[in-house]
Nanobody
Framework: QVHLGESGGGLVQAGGSLRLSCAAS???????MAWFRQAPGKEREFVSR???????TYAESVEGRFTISRDYAKNTVYLQMNSLKLEDTAVYYC????????????????WGQGTQVTVSS
């Protein structure tokens, strides 16, 4: 079993930056990790993913503004969010899977509890 714990959310003004962290614990994890987000009244959507081999993918809406990275020694994945917009406001979820690295929520077995990101004008 893998447990995921997110941190780093908060309130930020439009144009500002935040860095989210997600630490995996429970056992040694050598899989793929991703970030999703869910805004009020909307479905959960893919934000970014990073494979075990460090291949990264971004949603078009965050390309060029967000950067995903991971620290293998710390079992942690990060999401650096720059030039934040009002529409980035959502609960951000970390996800992980041993085998799959897709862009659908169903591709991931393990989920964190989520961290709120609120962008104000």
């Amino acid at each position: 079993q893998v447990h995921l714990g997110e941190s780093g959310g908060g309130l930020v003004q439009a144009g500002g930056s935040l860095r989210l962290s997600c630490a995996a614990s429970g056992r040694t994890f050598r899989g793929h990790m991703a970030w999703f987000r869910q805004a009020p009244g909307k479905e959960r959507e893919f934000v970014s993913r990073i494979t075990w081999s460090n291949m990264v993918t971004y949603a078009e809406s965050v390309e060029g503004r967000f950067t995903i990275s991971r620290d293998y020694a710390k079992n942690t994945v990060y999401l650096q969010m720059n030039s934040l917009k009002l529409e980035d406001t959502a609960v951000y979820y970390c996800a992980a899977d041993d085998r799959y690295f897709g862009t659908r929520s169903s591709d991931y077995d393990y989920w964190g509890q989520g961290t709120q990101v609120t962008v104000s004008s």
